[in-house]
């Protein structure tokens, strides 16, 4: 009798673990790839997509001289193009290379400044990786660092100023599908006097997109 009361005991232990296990498998199928298309855990983002964003409407792109400061340049339009290099299952990291970033439409109210002439970014491509519930890094390729020079119109002529910065983090939203950069410090590299001596980049992105599919979906970080 105790003989087959331990077996059934062992029994339902085993039971128990399979199904446990088939549980757990279930969830980690459900969380799907770490960067999906239509919904969290939907359709991956396969490699060799491209990804897009631009700010939305009523948005502006902001470098300003001081953290959270309101001098400095602002950027009515700007966009982002980057191509996924790796997306593996969730929980991960998943990678991408920026190919371009831009920015126009600019003003500034620096003090000496009358406008600006163009804001270039360098040294691309960027690489990027993107964690699971957490943050996307971007930091320098092989071209260099991460690198802007801005060309600024002044009371003493073109100020040609260039700013580095080690790494940038943004923050991902799957509420919006978007990407918010705050006060990303730059520091001057080059240039003369007159160019501040810092730059603290702001902008939020999106949504983001999968241009490389019908009608481009949003794009999600799980």
Known sequence: MRKHALLAAVGLAVTAALAATTQAGAAGSAAGNVLTTGSAGGTAVAVGDVLSASLPTGTKARIATTQGGSTGITCNTSAFTATATGNPAAPGTATETVTAHTLSSCTTNIVGATGVQSITVNNLPFSTAVVSGGSLTVTAGAAGPIQTTLKINSI???????????????????????????????????????????????????????????GSPAVFVN
């Open 156 to 214: 003493l002529g073109v100020m040609t100023c260039v700013y580095r910065a080690s790494s940038l983090t943004a923050t991902p939203s799957n509420t919006d599908n978007s990407l918010t950069f705050t006060d990303q410090l730059f520091t001057k590299a080059s240039g003369p006097g007159t160019c501040p001596a810092n730059g603290y980049f702001s902008a939020k992105y999106g949504p983001v997109l999968d241009t490389s599919q019908a």
